[in-house]
């Protein structure tokens, strides 16, 4: 565990030295953050569980889970400047994009395919996360396409002169995709200000992750492209800040670009339509939910004296009631007209 520190800001902007392929000690999130990352891993745990009962109840088509992804996606959103950087997310990335800033309400007028959906107008699936006033960029499904849009993009702001770094997430299924080396090997050509954030969870779908890869770790394959390969326990909320920590001031400094690998359960199915009892035992599943790291970061935030026993009962309080009042807004919330499905595709 990083030392607390009681004194600094909520932005840490120092760094020590670098060691390849492991993160580095850097100034701890303040006290106040720190509660704060642990109520948006609650909330975006909460939305989550209620999205897998809506999916069930047949009131939402379709659903796929962050949960057990929370604290490599809060420790990433938290190292960067948020509302600054720019973020191309995956479809897990749902602790993520709270942490940035994208309310329950937009969120799941994406689920219901409402009018408003910042996403796509109601015309998307969910899960494809979109929040411009968080700079949050559009993504789609075919897997990994994100990637050469994030290079682009890194690339757009270093020729501007500009500070803003793009953070971009993947799952380790997708560095199979020709668009990962592409990515890959024009941020390393181009020493982009691009931090690749692969959030290993050891299955894509239900193929497991050494039939994948031979390497050991994702982070191996980034001395491939000339680039920093740093691997860390996604599950701790302290080293996946540090490791984010670093690799997004070293981009920001103009040192290039970071293969960031998160090693991260999924304690859920792949998505709302998977049985991973087909491909999983009984064993593996106890397992990796017994890796669940929101019970493991409220341990430790209670042993360093900043949780209490009325501080997390209030918690659930304020997010089980934004849950509630996101959900109503969705519900009541209009379809779009049937005209809205030729545009803006299409010019006038």
């Known amino acids: ?63 796929i889970s962050g949960i057990g992804h929370e604290a490599a996606q809060v420790g990433v959103a938290f190292a960067m400047q948020r509302g600054h950087d720019f973020l191309h997310p995956y479809y897990r990335d749902l602790a993520m994009v709270i942490a940035l800033g994208m309310p329950m309400r937009a969120i799941l007028l994406g689920s219901f395919g409402k009018q408003g959906d910042p996403s796509s107008g109601g015309r998307q699936m969910p899960n494809h996360y979109c929040y411009k006033p968080a700079s949050i960029f559009s993504v789609s499904s075919p897997v990994g396409t994100q990637l050469p849009q994030a290079a682009g993009l890194a690339l757009a702001e270093k020729l501007k002169g500009g500070n803003r770094v793009t953070v971009t997430c993947i799952g380790e299924g997708a560095t199979s995709e020709g668009d990962f080396h592409e990515a890959l090997d024009w941020a390393g050509v ?41 691997s860390v326990d996604g599950l701790d909320v302290f080293a996946s800040y540090a490791a984010a920590k670093e690799a997004i001031d070293l981009a920001r400094a103009g040192a290039g670009t970071t293969l960031l690998e998160v090693r991260v359960a999924r304690i859920t199915p792949h998505s709302s339509d998977d049985n991973d009892a087909t491909y999983r035992s009984p064993e593996e599943k106890a397992r990796v939910r017994a890796q669940d790291p929101l019970p493991r970061f409220q341990k430790q935030l209670v042993e360093m004296g900043l949780l209490t026993p009325a501080m997390i009962a209030e918690i659930e309080r304020r997010a089980q009631a934004e849950v509630d009042d996101a959900l109503r807004y969705a519900e009541n919330a209009p379809y779009p007209p049937v005209e809205w499905a030729m545009g803006p595709v299409f010019a006038d």
């Not at 020590?16 to 909330?43: F, I, K, N, W």
């Not at 239900?206 to 001395?223: C, F, G, I, N, Y």
């Open 1 to 63: 565990m990083l030392k607390l520190d009681t004194a600094g800001a909520k932005d840490h902007n120092s760094h020590a030295q670098e060691h390849p392929g492991q993160a580095t000690a850097h100034s701890a999130p303040t006290p106040d953050c720190l509660v704060e990352m642990y109520e948006v891993m609650v909330r975006s745990r909460r939305l989550d569980e209620r999205c897998w009962l809506l999916h069930r109840q047949g009131r939402i088509g379709f659903h």
């Open 190 to 230: 181009h020493r982009l200000p691009l931090v690749v954030v692969v959030e290993n969870n050891e299955y894509a779908i239900s193929v497991p992750m050494h039939l994948q890869m031979a390497v050991e770790r994702v982070a191996d394959r980034a001395a491939a492209y000339g680039i920093r390969g740093v």
